[in-house]
């Protein structure tokens, strides 16, 4: 009888690991974290409102919309790496020609390139290189990785607000094209889409309690799961659309934390902390948050406590607001709590859908649900510079972000009682387990 052959231990792992950071980092973190900061001066330099400014954010995020179906065709046609590292050097040419813009449609003719060329360079890469490549602590090892689109903000922010300051708005363009370029540079020496391509297994497989209780049981296959016949028909996904498109909503208002601190009468250097203070509080709560959907408290629990603390701050800058003195640092602690909701919007909308179903299709599944995060950014970015102009301060959208937060919360419950149905329903169907 030949004896079974070892298998070999997944360490490679942490190489994908480091180019999903820097996927996070040089991408999402890049171009979706620092549009604010851009835009009080571009308008000035244009004499243009900033309602026209922020409308190249929607601009961007529904391109990003445009492309993401074709996105998850793309990966599954041409791999993971040869279509991000393409699209990556496309991104990093598009930030360049931001620099050179003199017109509105200038601008908004990059953004339909900046947006479109992100549904494959950044946005659906983290969670397929993720989900692919671990088993075991994938939800943390996800948090860890959507970590560094806040870490990425964060450092950007400042480093923007004095590049902007001192050289302008166009140079910061120019060392942003810089910095895109990490990732296609790494990602496409190393990257590989799944661990079969180097004869390993997704890393914690083996260890896995629930592959252990199924082996023997049934056919186990790298990437089991809902197919995505099944999904399409299930209420869960689109409930899940609903969910992330709300938190969407609400997590647009981050763009908007430079330009809040201004027109409490601060610098822009000043409210760049605001930004920052946000951002951090983003990528330490996408750690914790990883690490609670992994624990008992599950997905859901995880959205519901998270969205709560969103509802607080939001509640809290309105007490402020009405008051007599606008204190920056109480300002600040405002977007430390909000930090908590925005680490929703690339953290949940993964787990959330692995939760319920599984890998098979994940890569074409998961790009419809993020087309909800996408579609709600988009909008909340000009609708909050539209509230500002509209109402004369930003009152309006603290009542805006605390109602879309609280349908995301409901949407949520909503969206994990239907996949228990699904699961319910198609699990002896599919003849796998997650």
Known sequence: MAQEQPVKK????????????????????????????????????????????????????????????????????????RVATIAGFILAVGLLLYSFSSQLWH?????????????????????????????????LVMG???????????????????IITNYGWRMGYRVAAIIALLFPIVGGIFMRTKPSEIGLQPYGMEDSEEMKALKGQVDIKEFPGIPKKYAYKSAALWLAFITIMFTGFSSGFNQHWVNC???????????????????????????????????KLGPRNTHIVFCLAGIVSMIMLMVHHNGANHSLMMIAVCSVIYGMNLSLMTMQGPVIIRNIFGMRDYGVIYPIVNMGMSIGTGLTYSLNAVLLESVGSYMGSYVFNSVVIAVSLIMCIATFAAGKKAKEKYWREVGEAL
Request: aromatic fraction near 14%.
């Open 10 to 81: 997944n360490r490679y792992c942490w190489v994908i690991f480091i180019i999903a950071c820097l996927a996070g980092l040089c991408g999402v973190g890049l171009i979706s974290n620092t549009y604010g900061m851009f835009m009080g001066p571009i308008a000035d330099d244009l004499g243009v409102a900033k309602s026209s400014v922020s409308l190249l954010m929607t601009i961007a995020s529904w391109s990003t919309v445009a492309f993401y179906f074709l996105g998850g065709k793309a990966f599954a046609k041409w791999g993971v790496r």
């Open 261 to 295: 601190g201004v027109t409490y009468g601060y610098t822009l250097v000043e409210a760049s902390f605001l930004a920052t203070a946000a951002l951090i509080s983003a990528a330490i709560f996408k750690v914790i948050g990883g690490f609670l959907n992994d624990s």
């Open 107 to 139: 601008f908004y003719l990059v953004a339909v390139l900046c947006g479109g060329t992100s549904a494959f360079a950044a946005l659906n890469v983290v969670p397929i290189l993720i989900n692919n490549w671990f088993v075991k602590h994938r939800a």
């Open 144 to 162: 860890i990785a959507m970590m560094m689109t806040g870490i990425g903000g964060a450092i950007y922010n400042p480093l923007f607000a004095n």
